[in-house]
């Protein structure tokens, strides 16, 4: 891939990259450091961008595993609480235990689920994509999307219940 075309083509994503990073940083300065990391990883990746379905997809995964090491690395320089993202404010440390290992619980249960529904349910529910989007990025209908949606929430919720009720 030239510069031109990766101008055209990867460079527009910024804002949507620096809004997903934004979500996981605690402060703009970081959030842009992903961001840039996330461009170095892609122009290094320009000779294969082309054979991928979708250049977007590539580049929001990428920019999740970057904040993924980020936050690795600040937990093994002694960052740890940095990595939680939220502060157990009201909540009891049991309480905060508890919270996070039903998030760890619903993380295991979608990765069960098919790729499509993984893919659906991540986009929708953790990245914050609107239906439409997902539907243009994955390559299939707005009804689809909704469809795959509502089974990997049923499927979800049916499995968490039922892992509660043996606990």
Request: include cysteine; hydrophobic fraction near 40%.
């Amino acid at each position: 891939m030239e510069l031109d075309t990766f101008k055209y083509k990867v460079l527009p994503l910024r804002s949507k990259l620096h809004h997903i990073a934004m979500k996981f940083m605690e402060n703009e300065e970081d959030a842009e450091d992903v961001v840039q990391e996330s461009f170095i990883k892609l122009w290094r990746l320009r000779d294969k961008l082309l054979a991928y379905d979708s250049v977007e997809a590539l580049a929001v995964t990428i920019v999740k595993n970057t904040v993924v090491d980020v936050l690795r690395s600040r937990k093994y320089h002694g960052g740890e609480e940095q990595l939680s993202g939220v502060e157990f404010g009201y909540r009891t440390p049991g309480e905060w235990t508890e919270q996070q290992d039903a998030v760890q619980c619903i993380r295991t249960l979608i990765g069960k689920l098919p790729s499509l529904q993984q893919v659906t349910i991540r986009m929708k529910d953790i990245e914050g994509y609107e239906i439409s989007e997902i539907a243009e990025i994955t390559g299939t209908s707005v009804e689809n999307v909704r469809v795959n949606l509502s089974r990997a929430r049923k499927k979800i919720k049916e499995q968490f219940i039922q892992m509660n009720r043996r606990v």
